[in-house]
C-alpha cells in the first residue's frame, strides 16, 4: 500500500450513545433495545464509549454508533480493549462476542486483548450495538476504535508493538547474561537480581503488547504472564535495595518485598482457582505499590550517597522506569486521558545503563589487562636468560598459532562464501572445495547425508585417508563417539568424530554432514597444549559452519512463507504486485501482449454461511489444484484476498485467455465440492479478462480494465467470461 497505516484508519470518535442497564430479551433471543424506537430519555450522548456519568455501581451498559462511510476491501472494526466482556448486535443478530454471558448477563474476566470485528457488506450507516457487562473499576471500550482492513490492522499491532518486542528481547538477553555472571561470580548475589528484574521487565513488556496475540492468541494466559511480572517487579527491586544496603540492615525493604511477593502468590493462586476475577486484583496492587515505591524511595534517598557510581545510576533508571508504569496505572484507572505511555523507554533507559556499566568496568578490564601484559613482557625480558630451555617450545607455538590465524582467515572467508549462497545446496559445493584448505595437514573426510538418510563420501584429503575412512556411513552412524568439548590432550582418539547439524532440520535432529579426522600430530614440545587448542578449534568451525548454513535455511524457509498462501499453496498478493510491475517492464520493452484474468466465487459467503467456514476453506483449496491444471507453468496463478484471485499470462492474447479462462470456468462449475464425505453441490465464477496492447493501451490502465470486466460479468447474471475492450 502506498499509504501508511495511520492514513489507512478510519476512526469511530462521533455518534455515540450510550445507556445504562442490560436489555430484556425476545423469545428468539433478540434483545428488545434493539428494535425500540429511539428515544433521548433512554439513550445519552457520550464522547466516546468508556465510563459514562452516573455508574453508581452498575456492571452492565450499552452502546451504539452509526458506522461511518467507507471504502475497504476487507473492512474490519478494531477496537483496543474492553471492560470486561462484551457482545456486538448488528442488523438484529450477533455479530461478535467475547467472553460468556450467563442469564443474568454476567460473566467473568477472561482477557484484554485487541478484538477484530469483521463487518458485512453494506455496513455504512447502520447502527451497531455494543451489550458490556463489567464488575472492573472501569467499564465500555477502552483506547482506539476504528475501521481498517485486516492487513492494515496487523501492520498497526506490529507497527506499535515493535518498539516492546525489541526491547523485550533485550532485557531478556541482558537477564541471561545476568545470570551467568550471578552462576560465574557466586559471591556477587546482585547479578542474580538484576537478572530478575530484567527478566520480569521483558516478559511485562511481551506480554502487554498487542503482538503476543498474533504469537499466541490465548489473551487470558498473557494477562497472567503480564500480572505475574508485574506483581514481582518490586520484589526483584526490593531485593536489589537490600543486598546494596545488607549492612544498613534495611528491615522495611525486606518486608515490602516478602508483603508483594505474597501478593503475587495469593492474587495469582486465586484467580486462578476462580475464587477472584485477575481484573480486580490489579487496583488492589497499584495502591499497594504505590506506597511500597514511596518507602522505597525515603530508604533510597536516604542512603543514595553511600552507594556506587554504577549502582546509583541503576537506581535512577528504575526510577524513571517506575514513573512511566505509574503514569500508565494512571491511565488505566482513568486519572489521565487514554493515551500510549512509553513503558517499553524505562525498560530501554535501565538496558542501556546495564549495558553502558557493563562496557565501562571491561574497559577498566581491559585497561588493567594491558598493564599487567606491559609487566609480564617486562620480566621476561629481564629474565631472557633463564628462558632458552622455552625457545623451542615458544617457536613452535608461535608456529601453530601462525597456522591457526591462517585457517581463521580461511574460515572468515568461507563463511562469507557460504553466506553469499542462494540457499544449503548451493552452499555445499564451495563448502566441499573448502574442507581440505581448513583442515590440512590433519587427514580427514567429510560425509554428506544421502536421500535415503545413510551418508556417503563427499570429500578426502591426505596421505592416508583413502585406506582409512570407508566409503560410506550408515544412518545410525554406529561405531562413531562424536568428540565434543572440552577435551585433554591425553583422551584425544585416534579418529575425532564431528556432526554438522543444519537447523531447521529436515529430518528431526539428524547431522546433515560427518567430518572425521585423524588425530593431531603435533611436536612433543607443544602436544600437550597445541592438541586441545586444534581440537577445540576445530569444533568451533563446524559450527560456525552449521550456524551459517542454519540461517541460509532459515532465510529460503522465510522467503518461501513471505510469497506463498497458506491455505490453497498459490502465490500470495505481495508476490502478484511484485511480478505484475516486473511483467510490465518486460511487456513495454518486449511490446509483446500481457493478458491478466480476475476471477472469484460467485455467492461465496453464501456457502460460508451455509455450509460454515472449513467447508468454505476447502472449496478456496480446491480452486487452487484446478488453476494449476488449467495454466501453463509461465502463467502465474495468485491468491489475491479472500475468494479473489489473478492470472498473469505473459505472452498471450486476448482471445487466448479467454479461451482458458471459459476452460477454468466449465472445469469449476463441473467440480463437485465435498466435505466430510458430503456432496455440497456446484460453485461457478465470475471472471475478467483484460490484454495490453488489445484492451488497455495504457498499461496502467490494465488491472482496472480486468476488473471492471469481472463486475460486468457479475452484473450479467454470474457464471461467465467478460472480455475487455478497449
Same mark, same amino acid.
Given at each position: 500500500?502506498?499509504?501508511?497505516?495511520?492514513?489507512?484508519?478510519?476512526?469511530?470518535?462521533?455518534?455515540?450513545?450510550?445507556?445504562?442497564?442490560?436489555?430484556?430479551?425476545?423469545?428468539?433471543?433478540?434483545?428488545?433495545?434493539?428494535? @425500540? $424506537?429511539?428515544?433521548?430519555?433512554?439513550?445519552?450522548?457520550?464522547?466516546?464509549?468508556?465510563?459514562?456519568?452516573?455508574?453508581?455501581?452498575?456492571?452492565?451498559?450499552?452502546?451504539?454508533?452509526?458506522?461511518?462511510?467507507?471504502?475497504?476491501?476487507?473492512?474490519?472494526?478494531?477496537?483496543?480493549?474492553?471492560?470486561?466482556?462484551?457482545?456486538?448486535?448488528?442488523?438484529?443478530?450477533?455479530?461478535?462476542?467475547?467472553?460468556?454471558?450467563?442469564?443474568?448477563?454476567?460473566?467473568?474476566?477472561?482477557?484484554?486483548?485487541?478484538?477484530?470485528?469483521?463487518?458485512?457488506?453494506?455496513?455504512?450507516?447502520?447502527?451497531?450495538?455494543?451489550?458490556?457487562?463489567?464488575?472492573?473499576?472501569?467499564?465500555?471500550?477502552?483506547? @482506539?476504535?476504528?475501521?481498517?482492513?485486516?492487513?492494515?490492522?496487523?501492520?498497526?499491532?506490529?507497527?506499535?508493538?515493535?518498539?516492546?518486542?525489541?526491547?523485550?528481547?533485550?532485557?531478556?538477553? =541482558?537477564?541471561?547474561?545476568?545470570?551467568?555472571?550471578?552462576?560465574?561470580?557466586?559471591?556477587?548475589?546482585?547479578?542474580?537480581?538484576?537478572?530478575?528484574?530484567?527478566?520480569?521487565?521483558?516478559?511485562?513488556?511481551?506480554?502487554?503488547?498487542?503482538?503476543?496475540?498474533?504469537?499466541?492468541?490465548?489473551?487470558?494466559?498473557?494477562?497472567?504472564?503480564?500480572?505475574?511480572?508485574?506483581?514481582?517487579? $518490586?520484589?526483584?527491586?526490593?531485593?536489589?535495595?537490600?543486598?546494596?544496603?545488607?549492612?544498613? *540492615?534495611?528491615?522495611?525493604? /525486606?518486608?515490602?518485598?516478602?508483603?508483594?511477593?505474597?501478593?503475587?502468590?495469593?492474587?495469582?493462586?486465586?484467580?486462578?482457582?476462580? #475464587?477472584?476475577?485477575?481484573?480486580?486484583?490489579?487496583?488492589?496492587?497499584?495502591?499497594?505499590?504505590?506506597?511500597?515505591?514511596?518507602?522505597?524511595?525515603?530508604?533510597?534517598?536516604?542512603?543514595?550517597?553511600?552507594?556506587?557510581?554504577?549502582?546509583?545510576?541503576? #537506581?535512577?533508571?528504575?526510577? %524513571?522506569?517506575?514513573? #512511566?508504569?505509574?503514569?500508565?496505572?494512571?491511565?488505566?484507572?482513568?486519572?489521565?486521558?487514554?493515551?500510549?505511555?512509553?513503558?517499553?523507554?524505562?525498560?530501554?533507559?535501565?538496558?542501556?545503563?546495564?549495558?553502558?556499566?557493563?562496557?565501562?568496568?571491561?574497559?577498566?578490564?581491559?585497561?588493567?589487562?594491558?598493564?599487567?601484559?606491559?609487566?609480564?613482557?617486562?620480566?621476561? !625480558?629481564?629474565?631472557?636468560? /633463564?628462558?632458552?630451555?622455552?625457545?623451542?617450545?615458544? %617457536?613452535?607455538?608461535?608456529?601453530?598459532?601462525?597456522?591457526?590465524?591462517?585457517?581463521?582467515?580461511?574460515?572468515?572467508?568461507? =563463511?562469507?562464501?557460504?553466506?553469499?549462497?542462494?540457499?544449503? @545446496?548451493?552452499?555445499?559445493? $564451495?563448502?566441499?572445495? !573448502?574442507?581440505?584448505?581448513?583442515?590440512?595437514? =590433519?587427514?580427514?573426510?567429510? &560425509?554428506?547425508?544421502?536421500?535415503?538418510?545413510?551418508?556417503?563420501?563427499?570429500?578426502?584429503?591426505?596421505?592416508?585417508?583413502?585406506? +582409512?575412512?570407508?566409503?560410506?556411513?550408515?544412518?545410525?552412524?554406529?561405531?562413531?563417539?562424536?568428540?565434543?568439548?572440552?577435551?585433554?590432550?591425553?583422551?584425544?582418539?585416534?579418529?575425532?568424530?564431528?556432526?554438522?547439524?543444519?537447523?531447521?532440520?529436515?529430518?528431526?535432529?539428524? $547431522?546433515?554432514?560427518?567430518?572425521?579426522?585423524?588425530?593431531?600430530?603435533?611436536?612433543?614440545?607443544?602436544?600437550?597444549?597445541?592438541?586441545?587448542?586444534?581440537?577445540?578449534?576445530?569444533?568451533?568451525?563446524?559450527?560456525? =559452519?552449521?550456524?551459517?548454513?542454519?540461517?541460509?535455511?532459515?532465510?529460503?524457509?522465510?522467503?518461501?512463507?513471505?510469497?506463498?498462501?497458506?491455505?490453497?499453496?498459490?502465490?500470495?498478493? *505481495?508476490?502478484?504486485?511484485?511480478?505484475?510491475?516486473?511483467?510490465?517492464?518486460?511487456?513495454?520493452?518486449?511490446?509483446?501482449?500481457?493478458?491478466?484474468?480476475?476471477?472469484?466465487?460467485?455467492?461465496?459467503?453464501?456457502?460460508?454461511?451455509?455450509?460454515?467456514?472449513?467447508?468454505?476453506?476447502?472449496?478456496?483449496?480446491?480452486?487452487?489444484?484446478?488453476?494449476?491444471?488449467?495454466?501453463?507453468?509461465?502463467?502465474?496463478?495468485?491468491? &489475491?484476498?479472500?475468494?479473489?484471485? +489473478?492470472?498473469?499470462?505473459?505472452?498471450?492474447?486476448?482471445?487466448?485467455?479467454?479461451?482458458?479462462?471459459?476452460?477454468?470456468?466449465?472445469?469449476?462449475?463441473?467440480?463437485?465440492?465435498?466435505?466430510?464425505?458430503?456432496?455440497?453441490?456446484?460453485?461457478?465464477?465470475?471472471?475478467?479478462?483484460?490484454?495490453?496492447?488489445?484492451?488497455?493501451?495504457?498499461?496502467?490502465?490494465?488491472?482496472?480494465?480486468?476488473?471492471?470486466?469481472?463486475?460486468?460479468?457479475?452484473?450479467?447474471?454470474?457464471?461467465?467470461?467478460?472480455?475487455?475492450?478497449?
Amino acid at each position: 500500500m502506498s499509504h501508511s497505516v495511520s492514513s489507512a484508519m478510519q476512526p469511530v470518535d462521533e455518534g455515540w450513545q450510550y445507556r445504562w442497564g442490560d436489555s430484556p430479551f425476545l423469545a428468539d433471543g433478540t434483545p428488545l433495545w434493539l428494535n @425500540e $424506537p429511539d428515544s433521548a430519555d433512554h439513550w445519552h450522548d457520550i464522547a466516546f464509549p468508556s465510563n459514562p456519568p452516573g455508574r453508581m455501581g452498575r456492571e452492565h451498559a450499552w452502546f451504539r454508533v452509526t458506522l461511518p462511510e467507507g471504502e475497504w476491501f476487507a473492512p474490519a472494526l478494531y477496537i483496543y480493549s474492553v471492560d470486561i466482556i462484551l457482545q456486538v448486535w448488528f442488523r438484529g443478530e450477533l455479530l461478535y462476542q467475547y467472553g460468556s454471558f450467563d442469564e443474568h448477563g454476567r460473566g467473568k474476566f477472561e482477557g484484554w486483548p485487541w478484538h477484530e470485528i469483521p463487518l458485512p457488506d453494506g455496513y455504512e450507516g447502520e447502527t451497531m450495538y455494543f451489550r458490556v457487562f463489567s464488575n472492573y473499576t472501569d467499564i465500555g471500550l477502552w483506547g @482506539e476504535v476504528a475501521i481498517l482492513d485486516h492487513p492494515d490492522l496487523v501492520l498497526h499491532i506490529v507497527s506499535n508493538s515493535a518498539e516492546s518486542l525489541v526491547i523485550a528481547a533485550l532485557s531478556g538477553l =541482558i537477564a541471561l547474561l545476568a545470570l551467568v555472571f550471578a552462576l560465574i561470580q557466586r559471591g556477587q548475589r546482585s547479578f542474580a537480581s538484576i537478572a530478575l528484574f530484567a527478566f520480569l521487565t521483558g516478559v511485562m513488556l511481551l506480554a502487554e503488547s498487542q503482538a503476543s496475540l498474533l504469537i499466541l492468541y490465548q489473551p487470558l494466559l498473557w494477562d497472567y504472564l503480564a500480572a505475574g511480572s508485574y506483581y514481582l517487579i $518490586p520484589v526483584a527491586l526490593a531485593l536489589l535495595l537490600s543486598q546494596w544496603l545488607d549492612a544498613r *540492615r534495611p528491615r522495611l525493604v /525486606r518486608w515490602l518485598m516478602w508483603l508483594h511477593l505474597v501478593f503475587a502468590a495469593l492474587a495469582l493462586m486465586l484467580a486462578l482457582l476462580g #475464587l477472584v476475577n485477575l481484573s480486580s486484583t490489579f487496583p488492589v496492587f497499584d495502591g499497594v505499590l504505590l506506597i511500597s515505591l514511596a518507602l522505597m524511595v525515603a530508604v533510597v534517598v536516604g542512603n543514595f550517597s553511600s552507594l556506587y557510581r554504577e549502582q546509583q545510576v541503576f #537506581l535512577f533508571t528504575c526510577g %524513571v522506569f517506575i514513573v #512511566l508504569l505509574i503514569l500508565d496505572m494512571a491511565v488505566a484507572h482513568g486519572f489521565l486521558p487514554w493515551g500510549r505511555v512509553p513503558v517499553s523507554w524505562g525498560a530501554l533507559a535501565f538496558s542501556l545503563a546495564l549495558i553502558s556499566i557493563s562496557v565501562w568496568h571491561y574497559g577498566r578490564t581491559q585497561q588493567a589487562l594491558h598493564q599487567l601484559t606491559v609487566q609480564l613482557e617486562q620480566k621476561v !625480558a629481564e629474565r631472557t636468560a /633463564r628462558a632458552e630451555a622455552l625457545a623451542e617450545r615458544e %617457536v613452535e607455538r608461535s608456529r601453530l598459532l601462525a597456522l591457526e590465524s591462517k585457517k581463521s582467515q580461511k574460515l572468515a572467508d568461507t =563463511i562469507a562464501a557460504l553466506q553469499d549462497c542462494a540457499g544449503v @545446496e548451493e552452499a555445499f559445493q $564451495p563448502l566441499l572445495q !573448502a574442507l581440505p584448505q581448513l583442515y590440512l595437514p =590433519i587427514a580427514g573426510c567429510f &560425509y554428506r547425508r544421502n536421500p535415503g538418510g545413510g551418508y556417503d563420501r563427499a570429500c578426502l584429503w591426505g596421505r592416508s585417508a583413502a585406506n +582409512t575412512f570407508p566409503p560410506s556411513l550408515t544412518q545410525d552412524l554406529s561405531g562413531l563417539t562424536e568428540t565434543v568439548l572440552p577435551v585433554r590432550s591425553q583422551d584425544v582418539p585416534a579418529q575425532l568424530c564431528f556432526l554438522l547439524r543444519v537447523e531447521p532440520a529436515q529430518f528431526g535432529n539428524v $547431522p546433515e554432514g560427518v567430518l572425521l579426522l585423524e588425530r593431531p600430530n603435533l611436536p612433543d614440545v607443544v602436544k600437550d597444549y597445541g592438541t586441545a587448542r586444534v581440537v577445540a578449534w576445530v569444533y568451533q568451525s563446524v559450527e560456525k =559452519i552449521g550456524i551459517t548454513l542454519s540461517g541460509l535455511a532459515l532465510r529460503s524457509e522465510l522467503q518461501r512463507f513471505s510469497y506463498e498462501d497458506s491455505l490453497t499453496g498459490l502465490k500470495n498478493r *505481495r508476490y502478484f504486485d511484485e511480478l505484475f510491475r516486473h511483467e510490465r517492464e518486460v511487456a513495454i520493452r518486449s511490446e509483446r501482449p500481457l493478458s491478466l484474468l480476475i476471477f472469484d466465487i460467485d455467492h461465496f459467503k453464501r456457502f460460508n454461511d451455509s455450509h460454515g467456514h472449513d467447508a468454505g476453506d476447502e472449496v478456496l483449496r480446491m480452486v487452487g489444484r484446478v488453476l494449476e491444471n488449467c495454466f501453463r507453468g509461465s502463467d502465474t496463478v495468485c491468491r &489475491y484476498g479472500g475468494e479473489e484471485f +489473478t492470472v498473469l499470462m505473459p505472452g498471450a492474447s486476448r482471445e487466448e485467455a479467454r479461451q482458458r479462462a471459459e476452460n477454468l470456468r466449465a472445469t469449476i462449475a463441473e467440480s463437485q465440492v465435498e466435505y466430510l464425505g458430503k456432496q455440497l453441490g456446484n460453485l461457478t465464477i465470475s471472471a475478467g479478462i483484460a490484454c495490453w496492447l488489445e484492451s488497455s493501451p495504457e498499461f496502467d490502465e490494465l488491472f482496472r480494465a480486468a476488473d471492471r470486466a469481472l463486475y460486468q460479468a457479475k452484473a450479467a447474471g454470474r457464471n461467465r467470461v467478460v472480455t475487455a475492450s478497449v
